[in-house]
């Protein structure tokens, strides 16, 4: 089992940064692909970032060249760091562990960005 708690949302203006932290818990954190999703209202749930063990990274397109990851796995945490806001990027962003079968959320934090 494990639990993911996120951390760093709130309120930013348009072209401000904030960085999301996922702290995790469980004994196999390092073999986890950790993620970052959102889901904005009357939107569909979508992949912003994902990081595996290896560290590769992918991007949503929206995103790319203005958001990174990162993963710390002796503290068992992973960063999204968002630079460039943009009032689209407001959503309630979502912590993800994935290792098959098993797929984990955290409960979620708001990101707005005002105009």
């Known amino acids: 089992q494990v639990q993911l708690v996120e951390s760093g949302g709130g309120l930013v203006q348009s072209g401000g940064s904030l960085r999301l932290s996922c702290a995790a818990s469980g004994r196999s954190f390092s073999v986890y692909t950790m993620g970052w999703y959102r889901q904005a209202p009357g939107k569909e749930r979508e992949m912003v970032a994902t990081?595996?063990?290896?560290?590769?990274?992918n991007f949503a397109d929206s995103v790319k060249g203005r958001f990174t990851i990162a993963r710390d796995n002796a503290k068992k945490t992973v960063d999204l760091q968002m630079n460039s806001l943009k009032p689209e990027d407001t959503a309630v962003y979502y912590c993800?562990?994935?290792?098959?079968?098993?797929?984990?959320w955290g409960q979620g934090t708001q990101v707005t960005v005002s105009s």
């Open positions: 990081i595996s063990s290896a560290g590769s990274t």
């Open positions: 993800n562990a994935y290792y098959w079968p098993r797929s984990y």
